[in-house]
Structures are given as C-alpha cells and as structure tokens.
C-alpha cells in the first residue's frame, strides 16, 4: 500500500496460545550501503561497506569527510561478505582512490563491445594510504574495487580469496 497508510497483522509467536495484534504504518525503509565508519585510532578510519547500491558513493563520500574531519590519515575499507551490486557505484569508489587515467576496469561481453572504466581527476581520497579487506564473501562490485586498488598499486588488499566471480550482470527489460 502506499507510503503513511496503516496495516492491521496479527502474529503467532511459539510459546503464545493467542495471535499477537499490531498496526504497522507502511513508510520507505532505507538500505544503507555503509554500515559503520569510526576512527580506529587517532589517524586510521574504518569504512564497512555492505553492498554496493545507488546511494553507496555518496554514503562513502560522507562518510570518509567526517572521518578525515576528525584527524583520519589511513583509511581501511572493509568489503567482506559483500556480494556486490552496482557497477557504477563500484567505479565511482575505485575513483575517489586513482589518479587521473588511471583504469579501473573494462568490461566486454559476447553479445557486447569493450567498454573501459577510467579514473578522473576528482578522487578525495587519492594521497590516502588505504587498505581493502576482502573474503570468501566479497564478489563482483567488491572485487572490482579490490582490483583496481591492486592492479594500480595503490594499497593493499587482505583477507582471505575473493568469490571469483569475475563478471559483471546487467539486466535487460521483457517487452
């Protein structure tokens, strides 16, 4: 139903004899992209980051200022047990850390041409030392980021093997 209308449920709990009654007001429930960002020390900040969605450039972005407004030198990027997502979102990352030119990934299919992803001259964060974690569980967008930061030589990745996956989706609408 729409935004700011009421919805009655009832619901069985185990341990509860009778239906337990509630009125729920439907609303948007926003899905951040950034779980946490804290300063680890005085100078190295933490950014976990969960998937990689449309808002999750701006949510880094925000996130990364307030922690360079409280004196972050290092940052370490945190990309375990994401599965991914947004193709853009994870270029637009691997940007704010490469100079200008700098490739960030092609992509070129059967049925598509080679498009490349190149660095631009804005990164916030390109003098930044930085570190990216990754797991079994990072894929996709998670290792785009991650392999940028490597291939570039410009910070480590560490944790354990990546999913693998090695492609990019893209959806294609039904008539």
């Known amino acids: 139903g729409p935004k700011g209308t009421k919805v009655n449920v009832a619901i069985l709990r185990p341990g509860q004899k009778d239906l337990l009654d509630f009125t729920i007001t439907r609303d ?21 980051i969960t998937r990689f969605a449309k808002n999750t450039h701006e949510e880094f972005l925000a996130a990364a200022k307030k922690l360079r407004e409280n004196g972050m030198k290092n940052i370490i990027v ?6 991914g997502g947004f193709l853009t979102s994870a270029t637009q990352l691997a940007d704010e850390f490469l100079g200008k030119n700098k490739m960030i990934v092609y992509t070129e299919g059967k049925s598509r041409p080679k498009q490349e992803f190149y660095a631009t001259s804005r990164g916030n964060l390109e003098e930044t030392p ?15 980021l991650a392999g940028a930061i490597q291939d570039n030589d410009r910070g480590y990745v560490v944790g354990r093997r990546s999913f693998g996956k090695g492609l990019v989706q893209e959806g294609i609408q039904w008539p």
């Open 130 to 144: 930085v570190v990216i974690l990754v797991n079994e569980g990072s894929a996709s967008a998670s290792e785009i």
């Open 78 to 83: 945190d990309l375990r047990n994401n599965g």
């Open 28 to 48: 948007k429930i926003p899905l951040h992209s950034v779980e946490s960002a804290y300063l680890l020390d005085e100078q190295t900040g933490y950014i976990k």
